[in-house]
């Protein structure tokens, strides 16, 4: 299954709400297994090669299903798959690798608090001033950040356009709005001031 498919199943299936909560899961489940592998490295104790795929796993599935799917693709991988991945497909030399993950993962939470706090503002004309607002805040904690917040973006707004084309056909429902989406996730993410999008009357709490 490849990852846009993989996202949007995710999307349709679970639901925004906890697909969201899975992808920050699974992000935080590659980091527990890079973890592992650099100390196992690191370490270079014969016979305790075992011991840290059992550790890696263990805290990946401590984070939730998110991170048991990380750690069950991860597992399943050759080091060479996974070298190729994060040099060619994320741009990330092997010295980065543990960095752009912890960023990755830092980047998904500032991905989710802003969808919970839309969700609970429920604030007629805010969603654009979140949309920023996530964005903003996960590229601002590098580049794992920043590539976290466009791959989350990209499939959210992906899956609503697949659900609208099953409930409406092939109408153009939302696409206005979609455009106008990502146009907000991308000014946030070019660390521009989300609060260009705030609409007056927002609590100050967000």
């Not at 973890?35 to 805290?59: L, S």
């Not at 401590?62 to 994320?90: C, D, N, Y």
């Not at 466009?150 to 206005?176: C, M, P, W």
Request: net charge positive; with cysteine; glycine share 10%.
């Amino acid at each position: 299954m490849k990852l846009f498919t993989g996202l949007v199943f995710c999307s349709l299936v679970l639901g925004v709400n906890s697909w969201l909560s899975f992808m920050t899961e699974a992000v935080q489940g590659a980091w527990d297994m890079w973890r592992a592998y650099r100390d196992m490295r690191e370490a270079n104790f014969i016979g305790a090669d075992k011991y840290f795929h059992a550790r890696g796993n263990y805290d990946a599935a401590q984070r939730g299903p998110g991170g048991v799917w990380a750690a069950e693709v991860l597992s399943r991988m050759k080091l060479t798959i996974i070298i190729i991945f994060f040099s060619l497909v994320l741009g990330v030399s092997s010295q980065r690798w543990a960095t752009f993950l912890k960023e990755a993962g830092q980047g998904a939470k500032d991905m989710w608090r802003a969808y919970h706090d839309m969700r609970e503002a429920n604030y007629k004309g805010a969603d654009k001033y979140f949309h920023a607002r996530g964005n903003y805040d996960a590229a601002r904690r590098g580049p794992g950040g920043a590539w976290a917040a466009r791959v989350i973006s990209n499939a959210r707004e992906n899956s609503q356009r697949v659900t609208d084309l099953f409930k409406y056909g092939d109408s153009g429902h939302g696409a206005e709005d979609s455009k106008a989406d990502q146009a907000a996730n991308r000014w946030g993410r070019s660390g521009n001031d989300p609060n260009h999008f705030r609409p007056a009357g927002l609590p100050d709490k967000y």
